[in-house]
C-alpha cells in the first residue's frame, strides 16, 4: 500500500535505487553460493520511468561495477507502461535492452492488454496474473485462457511465469499447457535471504 505514496511523493526514486542495490549485492551472493546464472527480478515503478533523477540510466554502470552481467537482473513492468510511454520511458527501455538486461511484462491481462505494444516492447518473459491461476480447473475457461496466453507468447518468444501457484494441481495443469516457469506459495513464501539459501540448499540435497 505504500508504493502509490512513495511514487506520488517521488521517493520511489530513492527507493527504487535503495533496492536494485541491494538486488547487486544479493546477486553476489547467490551467484557464488548456489548458481553462478543465477537471476534476480525487481519490480521498476513507472514513475522511475518518467523522472530524470530516477537512476535508472546508471543501472548498465553498477551492474559492470558489481562484475555481474547485464542479464543477471530482470526488470519487472507493469503492461500499464506499454500504452503510449512518454518519449524518454521507451529510451529508457530501449537502453535496458540494449544493454543486456531482460525485462518481463507483469500482471498481464489485468490493465490495457495490447497486442500491437506487447510485439513493440522486446520483453524476455510474460507474466500470468494470479487472478487467472487461482481458479483453473481442467476444461474450465480459466485453463483456456491460460493456454492462449501461453500459446501468444511463445508465438511472439516469450517465456511465461504464472503467478500464484498454491497447489500441485495448479503447477501440473500449467506445465501440461506449456507454462514456462511458477511463482507462489506452493514453492515457497518470500524469505529472508538466509533462509532462502537454507531452503534451496536443503532441496538440492534432497533431490541430489
Known amino acids: 500500500e505504500f508504493i502509490p505514496l512513495a511514487e506520488e511523493s517521488r521517493y ?28 534476480l527480478s525487481i519490480n521498476v515503478s513507472p514513475v522511475q520511468f518518467s523522472c530524470l533523477d530516477s537512476g535508472i540510466d546508471q543501472w548498465p554502470t553498477l551492474l559492470k561495477a558489481a562484475n555481474l552481467p547485464p542479464s543477471a537482473i530482470v ?18 527501455l530501449k537502453a535496458l535492452v540494449k544493454s543486456g538486461m531482460e525485462l518481463a511484462l507483469d500482471d498481464f491481462g489485468t490493465g490495457y492488454s495490447s497486442l500491437a505494444y506487447l510485439q513493440q516492447m522486446d520483453a524476455d518473459y510474460l507474466k500470468i496474473d494470479k487472478c487467472f491461476v487461482d481458479n483453473i480447473q481442467a476444461g474450465n475457461q480459466d485453463l483456456a485462457l491460460c493456454k492462449a496466453i501461453i500459446t501468444m507468447a511463445h508465438q511472439f518468444g516469450l517465456k511465461v511465469i504464472a503467478e ?33 539459501l537454507a531452503l534451496v540448499s536443503n532441496q538440492s540435497t534432497t533431490t541430489s
Open 12 to 39: 520511489i526514486n530513492p527507493l527504487g535505487q535503495f533496492v536494485f542495490t541491494r538486488a547487486l549485492q544479493t546477486l553476489s551472493t547467490l551467484r557464488t553460493q548456489l548458481d553462478a546464472n543465477f537471476q
Open 75 to 92: 526488470a519487472e513492468i507493469t503492461e500499464g507502461l506499454m500504452i503510449a510511454p512518454e518519449q524518454l520511458t521507451q529510451q529508457r
Open 164 to 196: 500464484g501457484i498454491e497447489t500441485p494441481e495448479q503447477q501440473q495443469l500449467l506445465l501440461g499447457i506449456g507454462c514456462d516457469y511458477g511463482q507462489g506459495y506452493l514453492f515457497a513464501k518470500p524469505l529472508p535471504e538466509q533462509q532462502f
